[in-house]
């Protein structure tokens, strides 16, 4: 009885469609274009241009790089109805003299004003360099240029969800805490419990502070692969796309303390060349999907955008060896230390500018984990794939899958449990690694990688 | 012409299809259900039944709960063909006197032998208590349980993407290191860089080694809330789902270090009806979805799971007044700490099981950030849900978006930022937090959240 009594009295009789149709998102005003329709739009003016007795207001709501031009008759203006104000707008669709969409306002509602000269960074009818924009991240979606970009961002992320999906992959959560300092890289970040007091009634004796919480030092992961390993061995093809970390000492235009990886391992794979041909595959597929789908906001971000010379070529493939020799043709060294920056990207150009495949590595130069390659005892089967722009985009190999030869070259017993898996029904495996920072800089042409994702952290740089 | 011999000699001539095409995943053999077809699979052997002259054998390959029966001719058994061995059979799809879909092997090739006096964990024919199973975390994707939650994990976040997708949202990485504490709750995990060398490189005078690297004192996030909202006033409605972190001492069965959220933003949200539909819908969304795509899973998990009873009833509404007053009736008073677990339960109980938002909060219980409620000025516009297996399962508010209402709320200068987006075209918005590992309890029937994704973090567990 009570029950029935407070729940019809408070009952939610709400009907999702009743809220949401209240007003529409602007990309769908302007592709459904009903020209004649009552339509409420919210959004930011971007642009006003006063005439005698007509307003001209571009509105943008984030929805799309394009804007709605809106008219509004001036005996609707209000002294907060500025450049930069956020506005609710309701009136009726048509056509300009130009063939342009718009809208004629019936109503206008400032929500919030926006006085330039109290502080706003951004002025109007001015493309501010991406190094200015980057001072004031909390309001840099506002800007053109960072609102593209993080469209494209979001394109970019489905995209790779849908082309794993149709192949059957399974996406594994790989952890952010790992007690594995991932092959004993050294520029690995620790975690610890900041409050004193947990640290305290956690204490055991003969601990350390920086052991205390997970009962072994903790660090934040470098890669999730060794983990997306061990599920594969049980779930077949899965991949991750999540953050990793690395605290090294840099501020080049290619590298961040905390960044996106998508990983993916292969199931029965055992051969490089379906490594290769998986990775050429989907960053086609990327490339040629974002096109559909984001035009716009590529030209938005750079007006030379153009569509890659090589999306319609096979990438090509060189050995180390074979890249060595190109290289000292050139006059560019590599040392004991593999291929530089530099060299990396003398190699694409050499290719004129088609993706280029690195593969069979010298085994000192590369992981523990990677698979002897059949052709040279002294290489392994790894790949690195290298990109206009960033130079290596993409990191794989196939993993060793004999187990004494794995466990004569575990650099650690903490990894015993990776060995393990190679104990118990082992199958073949390989995979790879691509930063999502530097496949957005090859796509979007975006030199410097801090302007490819929202909140950009490196050294002395973790602002809000 | 060095390029185009080099090219040619190394170009990498392989096709994708024919590549992936030497093989099919078993979720794909038994949808096809291709009688009298050619067909290879790969999997690992999870059930072995030995007659006269012939080997029934179960293959999984971690693509779906189904296995498929391979019948194999017994000269074509090896030794290492046992269970948990890792198979590569090609042979011819029938039906079997039974009308259930078969492989019969015309060629069995063994991987990886599996010899469980060795080690292996998981005994033939045995269900293992989930407590025994998370021991083995990196074997533990080869139990039937374990695999089958996994696929539900997939789907829900593939449905989470493809729901958001479908509304316009964009999907932003809010950060996962920050400078801010987030509302000095105190539970939080400090990060500085692990490596003595690069902390000497960086050190400057006065400064602390624990904000050394990044200029301040760095925390994992705890929420990317206040983040989104900067996303949300210039992108719009915007939405999260990454992972967080509390460094709290709690082992229960519902808490973890580090665990995922969902978190929305939507933009120009002013009635906290807008977020109780929009949550409302989503979940039902999710569990109708997730019946037509992993009822198998389910089931697997749980043979007792069940159509929720609420699925096409309203959600219930009550006020915390209101609230409090059915407790106190049931003789389970609250305290001024708010309603706990046990109190969350009851409600859940009280409402035969349907889920029952709490709106109307007391400003004390809440956070800075939220705005206040229009009928009562004691009181904030927020709303906690609360379901049957966990209790809370989403918390969200309407945002504070007076300026000098929030500076005179503001917990740190640090936040300074986050007052800003209030100055300079600021909209009303709302939001809201959901815990996806909970949600999978709730779906799955799965009572410790430890076994809701593939590498739990609590205290004193951070293995691997």
Known sequence: MWFKQICTKVKCNINFNQIHRKYSVIASVLEKSNIGE??????????????????????????????????????????????????????????????????????????????????????????????????????????????????????????????????????????????????????????????????????????????????????????????LEAMCRGMGNVYTLGPTFRAENSRSRLHLSEFYMLEAEIAFCDHIDQL?????????????????????????????????????????????????????KKGLDTTEEGINKEQELALVEYCNGVPVFIVRWPKQLKSFYMKDSPEDSSKVDALDLLTPVTGELVGGSLREDDYEKLKSKLPSEALNWYLELRKFGNIPTGGFGLGLERLLQVLCGVSNIKDTLPFPRWPHNCDM
């Not at 594994?172 to 610890?192: R, W």
């Open 38 to 227: 009552l339509t409420e739009v919210k959004g930011w003016v971007k642009n006003l241009r006063v005439q005698k007795d007509l307003i001209f207001a571009d509105v943008s709501d984030g929805s799309c790089a394009k804007r709605l031009q809106v008219v509004i008759p001036k005996h609707l203006k209000t002294d907060d109805l500025t450049y930069g104000s956020s506005v609710h707008i309701s009136g009726k669709l048509s056509k300009s003299p130009r063939g342009q969409l718009e809208l004629t306002a019936e109503n206008v509602k400032v929500y919030g004003k926006c006085v330039v000269l109290e502080g706003y960074p951004f002025n109007p009818r001015t493309t501010h360099p991406p190094e200015y924009i980057r001072q004031y991240l909390h309001l840099r979606p506002r800007t053109n240029y960072m609102s593209a970009i993080l469209r494209v961002r979001n394109t970019v992320t489905n995209l790779i969800h849908s082309y794993f999906a149709s192949k059957n992959y399974i996406h594994i959560h790989t952890p952010i805490l790992t007690s594995n300092d991932c092959e004993g890289a050294g520029e690995v970040f620790k975690v610890q419990p900041d409050n004193e007091a947990t640290v305290k009634a956690m204490m055991q004796k003969g601990r350390n502070e920086d052991s205390v919480y997970f009962g072994s030092k903790t660090y934040l992961t470098v890669s999730g692969q060794l983990h």
């Open 276 to 328: 290769q041909a998986f990775i050429e595959d989907m960053l086609k597929y990327i490339f040629t999907e974002i096109r559909n789908k984001n035009e716009s906001d590529l030209f938005l971000i750079d007006k030379e955008n153009k569509i890659p010379t090589w999306l319609n070529k096979d990438f090509v493939t060189l050995t180390y060896d074979e890249a060595r020799n190109i290289l000292g």
